[in-house]
């Protein structure tokens, strides 16, 4: 009797044992061979058709294309979501019509400084970069300060230091510096001028920020899914135009403009940086997914379009879950976007009543 139970114990046990090596290698097999998707940003804003030139939408299209595409080979070659993230990023770094390294905005004394960050979602693991200059690829510097540091975010010339170890490559500050900005800095500057001769200068800021955002928002971000089931998401920006006294905004930010977290989500976010950090954008909607299991377009929607509206903060973000699933809301006109969807079709787009997330879009403007 007392040996009919033992073996009966032994079968169950040999039995559960052979079932969790077969889960095991049936999951790191799916794990593996897991669906593809990335997404990217190159900022959010008042952006309409009557406003942009041919050549300007068509360039834009370009740009957002290529650097979409180079992520998205190297996670069908089998490379890390980190790697995909950092290629976009790279390449729009490079294309001088968005706000981040060659193009990023002015400063008020006409000077570049940047912000960018990474973030593994496997890992937890995160670096950033504020208010540096001279760097062509910010989104290197943060991903060393992530590699081969114990921090998480450096700024300045102490971050330019620590970059100098690494052969990053470094450019004249002309280099990064286009007509198109110093233009729209003389603008700015100028509605700044006029507007003080009748109200202060706080409102005069103001009045300039919520009238001209597209000057404002065209930081640049990606987020995607590995093969192997990792998120990552990475930012990277000038800021804002006719900054100062060293203002840095969420782009740099973990949790704000930044988050990844294999548990849930990848967000990156664009817009009125000050609202993105009060409201922890980006790990809002992450924790939010944690906590309440609903989808991640509704979750993303509802932090977008009503928390954030309501506090009065315009942008965008684009998001992708642990299923490869993205959606990319904004309670701006129009938002520099493009996905590669885990199906494999593609989307570039603009406005808000273009792509397959139009829905979610207010469209107010
Ligand atoms: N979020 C960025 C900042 O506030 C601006 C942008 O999205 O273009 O610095």
């Known amino acids: 009797m007392y040996r009919l139970a033992l073996t009966s114990v032994t079968r169950i046990t040999t039995a559960l044992a052979i079932l969790i090596v077969l889960s095991t290698i049936s999951w790191s097999t799916v794990a593996s061979d897991g669906p593809i998707a990335i997404a990217i940003h190159g900022g959010a804003g008042t952006i309409s058709r009557d406003q942009m030139s041919t050549e300007r939408e068509a360039a834009i299209r370009g740009e957002l294309k290529k650097a979409l595409e180079a992520g998205h080979a190297v996670l069908a070659e089998g ?108 603008q700015i500057q100028a509605q700044i001028e006029d507007a003080q001769t009748q109200e202060n200068e706080t409102a005069a800021l103001n009045r300039t920020s919520s009238k001209d955002s597209t ?32 203002r840095v905004g969420d782009s740099p930010i973990i949790g704000a403009g930044t988050y990844a977290n294999n548990q849930t989500c990848a967000v ?73 969807y885990r199906d494999g079709s593609m989307e570039v787009s603009i406005y808000g009543d273009e792509g397959r997330d139009q829905k979610n879009s207010t469209n107010a403007h």
Not at 86 to 110: H, K, M, S
Not at 218 to 230: M, P
């Open 215 to 246: 000057a404002w928002y065209s930081t640049v971000g990606a987020v995607a899914i590995d093969h192997d089931g990792n998120l990552a998401a990475a930012t990277s920006t000038g800021g804002m135009s006719n900054k100062r006294w060293g």
């Open 79 to 186: 490379g890390s979501s980190l790697d995909a993230v950092t290629a976009a990023i790279r390449l729009l770094e490079d294309a001088p019509q968005f706000n981040a390294g060659r193009g990023a905005v002015l400063t008020e004394q006409g000077k570049v400084e940047m912000d960018a960050s990474i973030m593994d979602g496997r890992t937890l693991e995160a670096g950033a970069v504020a208010s540096i200059t001279g760097l062509r690829h910010p989104i290197d510097a943060a991903r060393h300060v992530m590699t081969d540091s114990p921090h998480v975010m450096l700024m300045g010339k102490g971050a330019e230091t620590f970059a100098s170890q690494f052969d990053l490559e470094t450019m004249d500050e002309a280099w990064f510096i286009t007509d198109f900005r110093r233009e729209q800095l003389r």
């Open 268 to 340: 990156s976010a664009t817009g009125h940086g000050e609202y993105f950090i009060r409201h922890v954008v980006a790990y809002d909607i992450c924790a939010r997914m944690a906590y309440t299991a609903r989808p991640l377009a509704h979750t993303a929607d509802v932090v977008v379009n009503q928390v954030l509206k309501a506090a009065g903060g315009s942008g965008g973000v684009i998001a992708i879950d642990r299923f490869g699933r993205i959606t990319m809301p904004f309670n701006t006109p129009g938002m520099y976007r493009a996905a590669i």
